[in-house]
């Protein structure tokens, strides 16, 4: 598959990722990495059109 790394990601979604941390601020920390990173690549989105599920999937 020929494809850009942004979409060969994207087109390997997942809903959820279980992890295990030995304490609450270390699994923030993960979670802050991680969206950092996604956010980084143009993968996070912050900002929505629409103020609920339906206005933000058409």
């Known amino acids: 598959m ?3 790394p942004r979409k060969a ?4 979604t997942a809903d959820a990722i279980y992890t295990r ?6 699994a923030q920390a993960f979670r802050e990495d ?3 990173q ?4 143009g993968l996070y989105r912050e ?8 206005e933000q999937l058409g």
Do not use: I, K, P, W
Request: charged share 40%.
């Open 34 to 36: 991680v969206r950092r």
């Open 9 to 12: 990601f994207a087109a390997e």
């Open 47 to 54: 900002d929505y059109e629409g103020n609920t599920l339906r």
């Open 38 to 41: 996604l956010v980084a690549r």
């Open 21 to 26: 941390q030995e304490t609450s601020e270390l």
């Open 2 to 4: 020929d494809l850009e």
